[in-house]
């Protein structure tokens, strides 16, 4: 399971953020180029709205991934090991309520805005509003893997990198 749950986040989510993120600085680029220059380039800010959903929500899945979401430490590293383990049990429980709010309300979201289209493709606004239940779906993924691992006492410590690793450095 874990390197399937590995594959699809680190080499498919990872690629399409970094794939998004460049996509969504070229767009702003050009927007940013066409006030300057004398051609329009009115698509520029729908689709960078849009790339930026999509790399906002699943990049926020992947940080959930690496634990790397702000948290405040110094309490918690001063608890005892099994103290420390019903806290971490507690909060994936918590963060899987909330998945779960995101799903059913994100996908109720798009079934309202189904019928509606953007006013310089044309295209559905499902598409701008699908990041929030995917984003629910890949956390809720991530935060019941890790919750199993939790509660079966394997350890999960392992899966936080350092922000070197995470740039390749």
């Known amino acids: 399971m874990k390197k399937v749950i590995d594959f699809v986040f680190d080499t498919v989510l990872g690629s399409f953020i970094k794939i998004t993120g460049i996509a969504m600085s070229v767009t702003v680029i050009i927007q940013i180029a066409a006030r300057y ?4 380039a009115i698509w520029t800010e729908e689709v960078s709205r849009l790339l930026f959903l999509w790399f906002s929500f699943i990049g926020a899945a992947v ?3 690496y634990k790397m979401h ?9 608890f005892p090991h099994k103290v420390k383990r019903i806290f971490d049990i507690s ?7 909330t998945c779960l709010i995101l799903i059913l309300y994100g996908f109720r979201l798009v079934r309202l805005v189904s ?3 953007s006013p310089v493709f044309g295209i559905s606004m499902v598409f701008f509003y699908l990041p929030v239940a995917v984003c629910g779906l890949f956390c809720g993924i991530i935060t019941l893997y890790e919750l199993v691992l939790n509660i079966t006492g394997k350890d999960t410590s392992s899966a936080s990198l350092t922000e070197a690793e995470i740039l390749g450095l």
């Open 37 to 40: 220059l004398p051609f329009t």
């Open 63 to 65: 940080t959930l991934k």
């Open 70 to 78: 702000l948290g405040i430490d110094y309490f918690y590293d001063k």
């Open 91 to 97: 909060v994936y429980l918590l963060i899987l309520s």
């Open 115 to 117: 019928i509606q289209s």
